[in-house]
Nanobody, 125 residues
């Protein structure tokens, strides 16, 4: 399973660090992605990190503001979010890739098959 934490209420320009703790599978074999869904909108990809941490990708609107990292010894992936904007308000979820031991990751929803419950991030203006 995947369990997210670290969400909350923050002012515009502030920062939050989300965590995604994994269990029940060989964590180091799989890419992990972060996705978000705002009310009335479709789920969108935020970022992903490959199984060994050598590759990371970001949606264009997050580049330069968000940083993904993973600690395979702790079975945890982190998403550091800086310079937050009101439009970043959403439920953020992490997910495990379908395929293992890939060199690169992709924030394509269809490439992920196990999802956490999500954590709410609210950015006030």
């Amino acid at each position: 399973q995947l369990v997210e934490s670290g969400g909350g209420l923050v002012q515009s320009g502030g920062s939050l660090r989300l965590s995604c703790a994994a269990s029940g599978f060989t964590f180091a074999y799989y890419d992990i992605g972060w996705f978000r869904q705002a009310p009335g909108k479709e789920r969108e990809g935020v970022s992903c990190v490959s199984s060994r941490g050598g590759n990371a990708n970001y949606a264009d609107s997050m580049k330069g503001r968000f940083t993904i990292s993973r600690d395979n010894a702790k079975n945890t992936v982190y998403l550091q979010m800086n310079s937050l904007k009101p439009e970043d308000t959403a439920v953020y979820s992490c997910a495990k890739s379908r395929r293992s031991l890939q060199e690169t990751c992709s924030i394509d929803v269809d490439r992920f098959d196990l999802w956490g419950q999500g954590t709410q991030v609210t950015v006030s203006s």
